[in-house]
């Protein structure tokens, strides 16, 4: 299938925003075995079950609506590299399917594979 240059930068956008998120839970992570290493484990909340404010990872660069899930959730979701977490509504049908409705949430699939060197993409100051 072939992609216009909005297609690309459409997902290309969506990249951005996952890796936003995926920082996000990278810093939880850290926070988490820092916490351990210092004997603290008591006092840090279990954040797989919490839940959190992550962002849409639609392809709208300027969107910065938030969607509540717990990490788990958010965990599974991106098992799948051709998947992203957008709000209703923010789905684009040329780029991505919807695969599941969560209600506050879609889950969404890429037609094509999601660029693979997110590092080189330049996110939008928040």
Known sequence: MNQTPSQVKWAENEVVFRKRNKAAMESLEDIKSVAKEE???VEVKDYDQDSLLFYCE??????????KLSTQQYKKVHKNNSQF????????PE???VVSDGGTYLIVEKYMTPPQNVDKLNPTPL
């Open 95 to 97: 780029i991505e399917r």
């Open 85 to 92: 977490i957008v709000i209703p509504g923010h789905h684009v």
């Open 58 to 67: 639609c392809a709208n660069e300027k969107c910065r609506e938030r969607i």
């Open 39 to 41: 004997g603290q484990e």
